[in-house]
């Protein structure tokens, strides 16, 4: 049974950076993309990163360029969001997300995509 286990939320100041880590548990085979969303109270769960695990894409939400960094440890099966610069319109619960299909039905930033999700972690940016 696959399981993604997200840490390293917490609350900061506008302007201050946190890391997220994303481990995967459980799998046979590597999932082909891996990506991380958010979801803020009463909103709609967004995209906000997305890597190919076998290298090369990468793609991130307008909202978040240039501010996040999205990267992957093979070796120890985890995924990282590195978030700098943040802002109050930041806060969210963050949710990892595998995606194990060899095709895409439509937009990565679409939740349906993925086959499997962590439990979420809380990131408050305060002003």
């Known amino acids: 049974q696959v399981q993604l286990v997200e840490s390293g939320g917490g609350s900061v100041q506008a302007g201050g950076s946190l890391r997220l880590s994303c481990k995967v548990y459980g799998y046979t085979y590597s999932p082909n993309y891996m990506a991380w969303f958010r979801q803020a109270p009463g909103k709609e769960r967004e995209g906000v990163a997305v890597?190919?695990?076998?290298?090369?894409?990468?793609y991130y939400a307008d909202s978040v360029k240039g501010r996040f960094t999205i990267s992957q440890d093979n070796a120890e099966n985890t995924m990282d969001l590195q978030m700098n610069s943040l802002k109050p319109e930041d806060t969210a619960v963050y949710y990892c997300?595998?995606?194990?299909?060899?095709?895409?039905?439509?937009?990565?930033?679409?939740?349906?995509?993925?086959?499997?999700w962590g439990q979420g972690t809380q990131v408050t940016v305060s002003s």
């Open positions: 890597l190919a695990t076998g290298g090369g894409s990468i």
């Open positions: 997300a595998a995606h194990f299909r060899t095709y895409w039905s439509g937009s990565w930033k679409e939740p349906r995509q993925y086959n499997y």
